[in-house]
């Protein structure tokens, strides 16, 4: 709903009857949000909100179990559509008095409106939660890849300030073409490439050929059994490159002063933070990716010798692409209650919208422990 427009008012009874998960409102205090396009990313399960359809929300929104930050406050903002009615007499007559006054308002808009409205249609943006355009520290109907440097000292707070809008980093589509990735591509482009090296390996290693040469003079047989192994240190590697990228560079904190640091940090990660359910910008496109899995591949080949360097390396791409496809689901997916995805869901989003310098992990928590950048438990 937009700060400008009047808010509209709602009876007890038909803020009730949205109870279902095609139309879901709730209440805090006098204040009603449609929260139905929040329903499955919410990283409490739809069930949740749900089950409190209709009521008021506020002590929820304290804790316990979780008490929501500000920025989970400030999000759910984005849903506001008006104002609960408790003064009025009979139901009917509350209902034939706002009809009234929608009716009024609407007659004062309806020119202003048809103007805008073949455009408005044609923008996806329209299809969401609007910010302030007016206020905003950008301008959000222009690129914004170009814009952020220029915000300085307050690009990081601006950052971490989620919106639930997707965003436009280029002018040219062809560039902003690039820069989006359906989560369906990591799977088809990677996990041929995994299936057949792994194939390779296994092979390979059953010739019984294949010795890890210790000393100069003394080396041993490594057998075809030793492939899950060799595997699973891969995978292992890679958990601590996931934590190492994300932690050291996607949370740089750039200078106020560097445009150009500020642009690169947005383009690598802050666009994720500003609009976390993106779902076009949730993994990585396969070219980027493709030069972070050269570097993977030739580091490894530079440390085991040939068919081992290989092994470790596809169970390493193997992680990548459970990485990538978690990561995905941690936004939009609604997984069991007491599950191990459902605290890494709880654990991320706590991240987005709570710990930004903390909780590093995706697919573990293992690495955040010995690094000390556990997101603390809370405590009422």
């Not at 903002?77 to 308002?105: C, F, H, P, V």
């Not at 057949?196 to 057998?223: M, N």
């Not at 059994?225 to 995978?235: E, I, K, N, Q, R």
Request: aromatic letters at 14%; proline letters at 6%.
């Amino acid at each position: 709903m937009s700060p400008s427009t009047s808010p509209r008012f709602f009876t007890e009874r038909e803020v009730a009857r949205h109870c279902t998960k095609d139309s879901c409102w709730v209440l805090m205090g006098t204040r009603v949000y449609d929260v139905t396009a929040f329903l499955r990313m919410h990283p409490g399960g739809e069930a949740l909100i749900r089950s409190r359809s209709g009521k008021d929300v506020s002590q929820a929104m304290e804790g316990p179990p979780h008490r929501h930050s500000e920025n989970a406050r400030r999000w759910m903002e984005q849903y506001y559509i008006g104002e609960l009615d408790r003064d009025s007499g009979t139901e009917a007559q509350t209902l034939r008095a706002r009809n009234k006054a929608n009716k009024q308002m609407e007659g004062e808009k309806a020119q202003q409106t048809t103007e805008a409205k073949d455009e408005d249609e044609r923008d996806p943006y329209s299809l969401c939660s609007p910010v302030d355009l007016d206020k905003d520290l950008v301008d959000w109907r222009k690129p914004l890849a170009w814009q952020v440097g220029h915000l300085r000292e307050k690009y990081d707070a601006w950052v971490h300030q989620p919106v639930d809008r997707p965003i436009r980093l280029f002018g040219n589509p062809i560039m902003e073409a690039i820069t989006k990735t359906s989560w369906y591509w990591v799977p088809i482009v990677w996990l041929p490439i995994v299936f057949y090296l792994s194939w390779h390996c296994y092979t390979t290693l059953a010739q019984g050929t294949t010795r890890l040469a210790l000393t100069s003079g003394f080396s041993i047989p490594v057998h075809k059994y030793f492939f899950p192994v060799l595997f699973m240190m891969g995978w292992f590697l890679w958990s601590f490159i996931e934590y190492c990228i994300h932690r050291f560079v996607f949370h740089m904190k750039p200078p106020a002063h560097n445009y150009y640091l500020i642009t690169l940090h947005f383009l690598l990660h802050g666009q994720h933070h500003k609009s976390p359910f993106d779902g076009s910008r949730l993994v990585f496109p396969p070219g980027l990716a493709s030069l972070v899995v050269a570097v993977f591949y030739m580091s490894i080949n530079c440390v085991l010798p040939d068919i081992l360097g290989v092994c470790v390396f596809v169970g390493g791409l193997g992680g990548y692409v459970v990485y990538d496809m978690i990561h995905y689901y941690l936004h939009y997916g609604s997984p069991k209650k007491g599950s191990y995805l459902y605290s890494l869901k709880a654990y991320h989003v706590k991240h987005h919208f709570e710990h930004q310098r903390s909780g590093f992990g995706i697919t573990t928590t293992f690495w955040d422990h010995p690094f000390n950048t556990t997101i603390p438990d809370e405590k009422f």
